[in-house]
């Protein structure tokens, strides 16, 4: 399903919206080898200031591999060796130390942490995403302000994690956001697709075989019909109701979209959206209204499909992948051939290893941390608890029934109830970000709306946020002083910051296993 619809998008995010693939340039570039290519260098290949176009015989592209991986390196020694005095990058008790008094003490969490590859990352984006991504998290630390002064919470931790009631406001902003930028995009992409569509009906030529894609339209739209009908069917044969297992589907192809929309256009490779597709259909039908019969087998296919909130969405992976081969020219087919042995691999190795993992480490699951203690007890506690009130209120319903009287409005339960603040939520933030791309269609200032619907994932940009900052410094400041000669030629640095941190993370994760050391390599993102 995600295979299709990156299938069917790619090329309209590429060519027709230029967006950057930030993910997608390193491994483009990286492809090009020792050897100078014509070409090469996603448009920047002039060997400017370098004199070649060979990412791999570029002094910039090592200088930034090199810092940062001796950096990462350098830092990482505190999983072996406690009290190393490690560079200080991270400051999550900025808040807590000095914001302590009055309406201050709302802000927290303030956290102040500098990953080098966000810095080389935001370098890649354009500048109105990079100031968006900070930007729009400071509108959210006033408008949790606005929140306190309001009586709602005692400081902004009581609104990062829970979508339901007055605790989702800003959750539901950014869900409602991340959605209406799915339609949005839809609505921009609507030529592209009804011409591949028509392709793909036989009513224009071309829908056979297409060179620059991995499948032909006619192929991407079957697989994609055929998957989407699939999902139904496997939900309803759980016990799903028809519409639900839709409305569900639906839901899980709309998010993951969104996110493959924000990693692709900002970089953003940790997001998370903190509603899944299980809330938001209980947003139409509330518990009650669903049944039993359907509530529990959709929450656990929904829990199946979210990734850890989308964190680790398949669709990104995929979509900068078929976007990296097509910068670096890789033949589609063989590129195809690649990507089903690389699921297929993660699939088993990911299965077997998760459980081997389990059942011969010491302590087993109960020593995996919140992965497989706290996080699924309260998620199936929360599920045990919700399906038993939806159970009494069936029954108690049907008793009532049976003597020709009804519940008392005042004795419903909250699972016959809709949670009208987390509609109302993610209406408004659906009716925010509309008005904010017809803004930026008729006033050129207009701030790029990207970082509100980062919202929906609150920790995600309160631990990158800093960064995102600093990366958007650099490069302005390199393109107001230097200009684009400048930037052209710094660019390779910044890329081979990314490179660096990611090459650190790989050999300590290899130390740490080789060694017995839990927890691997801690890059402080959770």
């Given at each position: ?314 669709m990104v992976t995929l979509m900068t992948?078929?976007q990296a081969g097509a910068l670096a ?100 933030g659906m009716l925010v970000m509309f ?92």
């Open positions: 399903l995600m295979f299709a619809a990156c299938g069917l998008l790619r090329r309209q995010w590429a060519e027709h919206e230029k967006l950057p693939f930030p993910l997608a340039q390193i491994p483009a570039e990286m492809l090009g080898g020792l050897e100078p290519v014509p070409g090469a260098g996603m448009g920047t290949g002039t060997g400017i200031g370098t004199g070649t176009d060979s990412f791999m015989r570029d002094p910039r592209a090592w200088a930034g591999m090199g810092l940062t991986f001796a950096l990462s390196c350098w830092n990482a020694m505190e999983n072996v060796a406690p009290g190393w005095p490690a560079f200080p990058l991270r400051n999550t008790e900025f808040g807590w130390t000095y914001l302590t008094d009055g309406w201050l003490r709302g802000l927290n969490p303030v956290w102040f942490v500098i990953y080098p590859s966000i810095i080389g990352l935001t370098y890649l984006v354009s500048a109105e995403i990079g100031f968006s991504l900070w930007f729009f998290y400071l509108v959210l630390k006033l408008a949790v302000l606005a929140a306190l002064f309001n009586g709602l919470g005692a400081m902004h931790n009581d609104f990062m994690y829970s979508p339901v009631g007055w605790r989702g406001i800003f959750i539901n902003q950014g869900t409602g956001a991340l959605i209406a930028m799915v339609l949005a995009g839809l609505w921009l992409a609507r030529g592209h697709l009804k011409h591949s569509l028509r392709q793909a009906l036989g009513l224009e030529p071309g829908g056979g075989r297409d060179d620059d894609e991995v499948l032909s339209p006619r192929g991407l739209w079957l697989l994609l019909a055929c998957c989407f009908a699939g999902s139904v069917a496997w939900l309803c044969w759980a016990g799903v109701a028809l519409g639900y297992a839709f409305l569900g589907v639906t839901i899980v192809l709309v998010l993951v979209t969104g996110v493959a929309r924000l990693v692709s256009e900002g970089g953003i490779f940790y997001t998370q959206v903190l509603t899944s597709p299980a809330e938001l259909s209980l947003l139409v039908a509330p518990p009650a209204l669903m049944g039993q019969a359907s509530l529990v087998p959709l929450s656990l296919w929904s829990r199946l499909t979210v990734f850890d909130y989308y964190r680790l969405s398949p992948t078929l020219g890789v033949k589609k087919r063989s590129l195809a051939a690649g990507l089903l042995v690389a699921v297929l691999l993660a699939m088993l190795l990911g299965f077997f290893g998760f459980f081997d993992t389990l059942y011969h480490a010491e302590g087993g699951a109960g020593n995996a941390g919140w992965v497989l203690a706290a996080f699924p007890q309260g998620e199936f506690k929360e599920l045990a608890a919700r399906s038993a009130s939806v159970h009494y209120y069936e029954e108690k319903s049907r008793a009532l029934a049976s003597q020709g009287r009804a519940l008392p409005e005042s004795e419903t339960p909250a699972v016959a109830r809709r949670d009208r603040h987390a509609i109302g939520w993610l209406a408004f008005v904010f791309v017809a803004l930026r269609t008729r006033v050129f200032w207009w701030p790029h709306p990207i970082g509100y619907v980062v919202w929906t994932g609150q920790r995600a940009i309160a631990l990158m946020w800093f960064s995102f900052f600093l990366g958007w410094l650099i490069k302005a400041c390199i393109v107001k002083f230097g200009g684009a000669r400048v930037y052209l030629r710094w660019r390779r640095f910044f890329l081979g910051m990314v490179i660096g941190e990611a090459l650190a993370a790989l050999l300590w994760i290899a130390i740490c296993w080789a060694r017995n050391i839990p927890g691997g390599y801690y890059m402080h993102f959770n």
